[in-house]
């Protein structure tokens, strides 16, 4: 008889230590469960990265969006370039410049030749005061020619920044879509009842907004390949 206690005892213990430990353990994920699908109602009331459900991407998806704003806003520094056709434009004026330096140059020689053959003084200082005419003109064009160099050189360091920015700013963007895509996948294998319909919702939007995000790359990068055909 006293085995028999001894089994009916241990078989209560046991149940005991069962109860203590499957009853945490279902209000555990009765509660991950109900948070889960609160995450799911707040998202379907939210826009941008807050319409994410999962908490690891969301601040993910933050993090970069934080950075898309300050590099394809222009925050950071230049996000365009304009046409490639003023890079050339203001090469060629520093070549039509210098051209005009070389031409006046051209012109003191030329008197100055003209002022060595002369046999009557005033005929010679009358090409002495026209020499004295080209060099001042010399050096005021040579001033243009200064302006022109510095003019190239700022285009060349904003093409060089906002390449900089603008592949900074595609790669951002790129982070931010890929982090729906992944958020995508997700919502798509949700299986719980409940949040079916809201993880189908979540679903249609993030298919609608990816030719958003695309469209969005596609004008940067199209910036992007402006500025490199504007390089010198």
Request: charged share 40%; proline share 3%; glycine share 4%.
């Amino acid at each position: 008889m006293i085995p028999r206690n001894v089994n009916h005892d241990g078989g209560h213990q046991m149940a005991k230590l069962m109860f203590l430990f499957v009853t945490p353990f279902a209000l555990l994920c009765s509660q991950a469960r109900a948070d889960k699908l609160s995450d799911f109602k707040d998202a379907v009331g939210n826009k941008g990265c807050d319409s994410i459900p999962y908490s690891d991407l969301r601040s993910t998806c933050k993090s970069q969006q934080s950075e898309v704003h300050d590099y394809c806003d222009g925050k950071r520094g230049p996000v365009t370039c304009g046409s490639a056709r003023i890079t050339r434009d203001l090469k060629e004026n520093i070549e039509k410049k210098k051209k005009d330096v070389e031409s006046l140059k051209n012109k003191k020689r030329s008197l100055e030749d003209q002022k060595s053959r002369a046999s009557d003084e005033s005929e010679k200082n009358r090409i002495g005061k026209e020499i004295d005419q080209v060099e001042r003109d010399i050096y005021e064009a040579g001033k243009l020619v200064d302006a022109a160099i510095s003019e190239f050189d700022e285009r060349k360091k904003l093409v060089e920044n906002a390449i900089y920015y603008l592949d900074k700013c595609v790669d951002y963007r790129r982070a931010v879509m890929n982090v729906f895509a992944t958020a995508l996948d997700k919502v798509r294998g949700e299986t719980d009842d409940d949040i079916k319909p809201l993880a189908r919702e979540l679903r249609d939007r993030y298919e609608a907004s990816k030719s958003g995000h695309e469209t969005a790359i596609k004008d940067k990068q199209n910036a992007l390949d402006t500025c490199k055909d504007s390089r010198p």
